[in-house]
């Protein structure tokens, strides 16, 4: 069965910019998978960032941006800061209405 | 922004069973996918099920399928998410998600299910 796979960790300098990833262990992601991501800290819900490949949900400030990068969908966080460092998650549309998270990233800014 | 609240979270022996509500608000329901997403402690998001704006087609993760049936209530701006068979690997905090796109959107604070003897 496919999986969707994410960085296990990540770790980007304050004021930096790192991008995240979300891939398939077989096949490419394309804007057909209606990729999406989200940022939860702990103990908290998940917020939506991204949604649609590149379309940001109300509220996200514009340093966090989403895009197709190769065979992946990518997240780009730019001016990286201290309250940035949480977990990111994302989710791709299979087909035959299924979806399916990633494992997730956690983002460490240091 | 898209409100939405989950009820009926609790603690249930296995084998039993549990309904969950969510009950929207801020955005116009009858448009939108809707969705059920759970998180078992200290482990990642998980995908549960899928709903269409008019209810006319549900999915469910594998893991679910057979156990687990999702229905909404337009009329009430509800969405409903009825749990049988429940097992230990259940247990999880339970998130409605929607509102936004067709993806997991608007999520609620989320309600806990603890499946245990």
């Known amino acids: 069965q496919t999986v969707v796979t994410q960085e296990p960790s990540f770790s980007v300098s304050p004021g930096g910019t790192v991008t995240l990833t979300c891939g398939l262990s077989s096949g490419s992601v394309s804007t057909s998978y209606y990729p999406a991501w989200y940022q939860q800290t702990p103990g908290q819900a998940p917020r939506t960032l991204i949604y649609?490949?590149?379309i940001r949900s109300s509220g996200v400030p514009d340093r966090f941006s989403g895009s197709i990068v190769g065979n992946k969908a990518a997240l780009t966080i730019t001016g990286a800061q201290a309250d940035d460092e949480c977990d990111y998650y994302c989710v791709l549309y299979m087909g035959n209405g299924i979806w399916m998270f990633g494992g997730g990233t956690n983002l460490a800014v240091l | 922004e898209v409100q939405l609240v989950e009820y009926g979270g609790g603690l249930v022996q296995p084998g039993g069973s549990l309904r969950l509500s969510c009950a929207a608000s801020e955005f116009t329901f009858s448009r939108y996918w809707m969705h059920w997403v759970r998180q078992a402690p200290g482990k990642g998001l998980v995908w549960v099920s899928r709903i269409k704006s008019d209810g006319s087609s549900r999915t469910y993760a594998d893991s679910v399928k057979g156990r687990f049936s999702i229905s909404r209530d337009n009329a009430k701006n509800t969405l409903y998410l009825q749990m049988n068979s429940l097992r230990v690997e259940d247990t999880a905090v339970y998130y409605c998600?929607?509102?936004?796109?067709?993806?997991?959107?608007?999520w609620g604070p989320g309600t806990l299910v603890t499946v245990s003897s």
């Open positions: 998600a929607g509102g936004v796109g067709i993806a997991p959107g608007g």
């Open positions: 649609s490949t590149n």
